[in-house]
């Protein structure tokens, strides 16, 4: 059911350690997976993807590892900054779908 | 917030008025989507479109109506809103041949009284 308010699961990290941040995914089938970051008051914004046929892919500072076996998704964010405070999301697709599900996210807070 | 722009930004509207949101994308994708976000909830698809006046419904379509005469606009419609619309509402847009890799734009926020 909804929850009334936003409780998010909360990270907190010390600036300039790392971050890791889960996601489960429940279709077995499900292909292809992106890592979105959202601001406050701002609309999701691209970090990095990638396709069940790898297990790891590296962007600047991140890192999506990918585990079909459990279903799990990680995203790794190197030498966290206060800029990177947002809420992470994570979304699937396949298995014949067209269609993006998303997960609720988890809030990435840095502590200076 | 790759070439896409949203209006109103904010909006406060009274039960039972028509709304109408824009997005207006600048990128020439053929897919555009529009969603909605709540708390306790990920973004859930309201309606999609996949070219000029083609569009389908999402998994929470119902009191939403989507129109689309152009690429670059697609627009929301709630016919009569209601309180349970009071939402951010997001638009989406993805390029051909990349259909899944989609990129937002900054939102809508609408209170419903």
């Known amino acids: 059911g909804e929850s009334v308010g936003l409780h998010l699961p909360t990270l907190s990290v010390q600036e300039g350690d790392n971050s890791i941040i889960n996601c489960a995914y429940s279709n077995s089938a499900s292909d292809y997976f992106i890592w979105y970051k959202q601001e406050s008051g701002k609309g999701p914004q691209f970090i990095i993807d990638i396709r069940s046929n790898m297990d790891k892919r590296q962007g600047q500072r991140v890192t999506v590892l990918l585990n079909k076996t459990v279903k799990h998704l990680s995203l790794q964010i190197a030498a966290t900054q206060p800029g990177d405070s947002a809420v992470y999301f994570c979304a699937e697709i396949g298995g014949g779908g067209n269609k993006l599900t998303f997960g609720t996210g988890t809030q990435l807070k840095v502590e200076l | ?113």
């Open chain 2, 1 to 113: 917030d790759a070439g896409i722009t949203q209006s109103p930004r904010h909006k406060v509207t009274e039960t039972g008025t028509p709304v109408t949101l824009r997005c207006h994308q600048t990128e020439n994708h053929r897919y555009m989507y529009w969603y909605r976000q709540d708390p306790g909830h990920g973004l859930r698809l309201i309606h999609y479109s996949y070219g000029v006046k083609d569009t389908d419904k999402g998994e929470v379509s119902d009191g939403y109506s989507v129109s689309r005469s152009k690429t670059e606009d697609f627009l929301l419609t709630l016919e009569s809103a209601t309180s349970s619309q009071t939402s951010v509402y997001f638009c989406a847009i993805s390029a051909q041949g990349e259909e899944e890799t989609q990129y937002f734009g900054p939102g809508t926020r609408l209170l419903v009284l």
